[in-house]
């Protein structure tokens, strides 16, 4: 058994939300996704996460914040 890893995606393009979690399907992950950098910070106040992967252009709130 293959251990399972919690991944947070995090753009406000639901476009390239759905391509990540296409190319990501079948690897065995649990994959998250929030579509704000605020949706983001509500999921870690919830749980931890051994990657996050994130658009830096965000409205409101950027990668970078």
């Known amino acids: 058994m ?3 890893f919690d991944i947070l995606v ?3 393009n ?3 939300l759905l391509a990540i979690e296409a190319a990501l399907a079948g690897l065995g992950l ?3 996704t929030a579509q704000s950098g605020a949706d983001a ?3 870690l106040l919830e749980r ?3 990657l ?3 658009d830096i ?5 950027d990668g970078y914040e």
Request: hydrophobic letters at 50%; a negative charge.
């Open 52 to 54: 996050i992967l994130l």
């Open 2 to 4: 293959r251990p399972s």
């Open 48 to 50: 931890d996460f051994a």
């Open 30 to 32: 649990n994959l998250v």
């Open 57 to 61: 252009e965000m409205p409101s709130m």
């Open 41 to 43: 910070l509500r999921w």
């Open 14 to 16: 639901a476009s390239n």
């Open 10 to 12: 995090v753009d406000d």
